[in-house]
């Protein structure tokens, strides 16, 4: 396991990456600059090494968590460009990712270190 690391984590990157640039590009029908495409590429790279660091660390329940958010982030943010007109909903789209995956990161990581704590103590 500890070689495929750096693909799950490069896999998580990309996908993310990929699912930005089609949901504002493809659906909603928006011409791209290249600072959009900078700022999707940052959010990817950190997605990627922030998976790659929970599954160095030996953290799975919370890179469990943390997948299982994007995955909800990423639905929300699809359901938001599709359902509501404009740069309104793209805007909340975008807001929708950021903000469901750095809450189910730091669920995850709490209940991780709750895990770790009651089998230290006990």
Known sequence: ???HLGKIGLFAGLTTLVLMIVGVRTIS???LGWKNYLAFSVFGLTVGLIALLLLHYKLRIAFWFFMAGMLISFEEFFRSIITIEGELGQSIG???VYIF????LGIGLIIQFIVI???KNK
């Open 29 to 31: 029908g928006v011409e």
């Open 101 to 104: 995956s750095s809450f189910s």
């Open 1 to 3: 396991m500890e070689r």
């Open 117 to 119: 704590l009651i089998g």
């Open 94 to 96: 975008v807001l929708s």
